[in-house]
């Protein structure tokens, strides 16, 4: 039998009625009101004529709708596309377009910002551009959307587990967003896979403070619902509003990206007796240096979980148990994955020697949207071919290097940022370092740091790069500058944009 998700969330209503199953602000829905209000969506969506496989995207901020729309695309068979609300005209119209959307959630804000630039849009009809978070008065606005829709379940339809659950686009750190493909049994194996790494059970309460829209955040969304846990959902990040919502709800489960750790480990209120329900508390989306993890663990020992990973399908998971005995590490691949590290000619290397990381496992996806070509360039004899430097120890655990296009090569030696920018935030005084490559004469390559500081910090870029020179392990590994910034820029992933550091680098040297 096929593993499918279009009837899940009917499964929990029938079992786990009474449950409360979604938090979002004030609204509070058990399993069978979450349920009654997916269905009456998907009937809407089939009444509208989107059919199995048909391409239905959302553009929108967090929001109880885009949870329903989520689960009511795919109980229809639809995939389910979800996109950014941050993009502009041209960005958006493009990935629209790539994705062969045929209907669109978005924002009014979004629809003026596309204004007639609807026309490029190839395949989404007038009538099918539905607002969400307007005056509800409009023809075109949710609420008359579902309006005399039946709560009664859809037309389920035949689904293998092949099918598409998603098309996930990449959060874009470096050239063109790509399309990246789930099936239903890909995200079927993220809720199991991941329930039992992160020990989650029904009786879990997850909370989810970042934007859904980025893959990271089905890291811990797809358990929490394929297990029938609840799921509290914020519109945004506030730290001082998590940290409430933890203490208040009695939270289990939450998933951060670093910049959100950085924030909570300045947060007053950051302490075990607010924190003292969690069960875990997973970082993922990008490398969070050590002191910070330390920092985290004094405070809720035992507790910490980093998972390195792809929206392509590869992961590996730190435990909580292996925190104190593999220091610096990002973990090891689940059962049912593996991992290998190899050289420019895909020759597998030794414990210790830092190479391409390389994984297969139940969670990989079926390549990118209409790319064959870089399809099969990244996934080759059913391996994930990363882009990700790293090394394995004599236990198998990975610990990462950089990606591969950040590599430095400084007189023809391999300079890997990640360890500048390590020995970087052991200073008391730097809240984030980020390290990057410039051209230089001598060199060929010469290391850079961008710092952002402590704001009550009272240091110069000179005494910061000397500290710096004085704790690398090497000659090569010097840094010749050191770039005071206000904030790093990011993405909507929350992954630093080092390709962003450079430029403004570069014209402040001008």
């Known amino acids: 039998m096929p593993t499918t998700l279009e009837k899940l969330i009917e499964r929990h209503a029938r079992y786990r009625a009474d449950k409360l199953a979604v938090i979002f602000g004030d609204q509070r829905l058990t399993w069978a009101q979450f349920n009654a209000s997916v ?27 885009l949870l329903l729309i989520y689960w ?127 020990r989650m ?62 924030a909570l480990l300045q947060s007053a209120n950051f302490n075990a007796r607010n924190m003292q329900s969690m069960e875990m508390l997973l970082t993922i989306g990008a490398p969070l240096q050590q002191p910070y993890k330390e920092a985290v663990n004094a405070v809720i020992a035992g507790r910490f979980y980093e998972l390195y990973g792809l ?31 190899v050289d420019d000619q895909g020759q597998d290397l030794g414990p210790g020697q830092i190479g391409e990381i390389v994984g297969r496992g139940p969670a990989l996806s079926s390549g990118y949207y209409k790319q064959p070509e870089l399809t099969r360039e990244t996934f080759r004899d059913g391996w994930l071919f990363s882009g990700d430097l790293g090394y394995l120890d004599d236990s198998g655990f990975l610990y990462l290097a950089g990606r591969k296009k950040e590599l430095i090569i400084s007189g023809g030696v391999n300079v890997y940022p990640q360890d500048i920018e390590e020995v970087a935030s052991g200073h008391e005084q730097v809240l984030e370092a980020a390290v990057f490559g410039v051209e230089s004469d001598k060199w060929g390559e010469t290391p850079v740091a961008a710092i952002v500081l402590h704001a009550e910090a009272a240091l110069t870029a000179a ?23 206000d904030q790093m820029p990011r993405n909507v992933a929350g992954k630093t944009l080092k390709h962003e550091l450079r430029e403004n680098y570069l014209a402040n040297q001008k």
């Open 463 to 485: 005494e910061l790069k000397q500290w710096i020179n004085d704790r690398v392990e090497a000659r090569f590994q010097k840094i010749s500058d050191v770039f005071i910034v």
């Open 72 to 198: 009511a695309t795919v109980s229809i068979g639809a995939v389910l596309v979800p996109l950014s609300p941050l993009l502009k005209a041209a960005g958006l119209i493009n990935l629209l377009n790539n994705a062969d959307v045929c209907l669109v959630f978005l924002t009014p804000e979004l629809i003026t910002e596309l204004g007639a630039g609807r026309a490029e849009i190839t395949r989404v009809a007038n009538h099918n551009y539905i607002l969400v978070g307007g005056d509800g008065n409009a023809k075109t606005d949710y609420a008359a959307f579902i309006a005399g829709s039946a709560e009664t379940p859809p037309d389920y339809p035949q689904l293998e587990q092949e099918d598409l659950f998603n098309i996930v686009y990449s959060s874009g750190t470096t050239g063109t967003p790509k399309g990246i493909m789930h099936s239903h049994l890909v995200r079927a194996n993220y809720g199991s896979h991941f329930a039992a790494s992160f």
């Open 39 to 65: 269905n009456r969506l998907a009937n809407a969506l089939q009444a509208r004529g989107i059919d199995k496989d048909d391409k239905v995207a959302t553009a929108l901020p967090n929001s109880m709708e």
């Open 311 to 341: 929206t392509e399908g590869f992961v590996t998971i730190l435990d909580r148990n292996d925190f104190d005995q593999q220091p610096g590490s990002v973990g090891c691949p689940p059962p049912g994955y593996d991992i290998r590290i």
């Open 201 to 262: 059970t029904p009786e879990s309460v997850v909370l989810h403070t970042g934007s859904i829209v980025f893959n990271g955040a089905f890291v811990t969304l797809m358990p929490c619902f394929f297990l029938g846990a609840r799921y509290i959902l914020h519109s945004h990040f506030d730290v001082e509003a998590m940290i409430e919502t933890v203490a208040r709800e009695k939270v289990t489960h939450i998933m951060m990206v670093p910049s959100q750790i950085i």
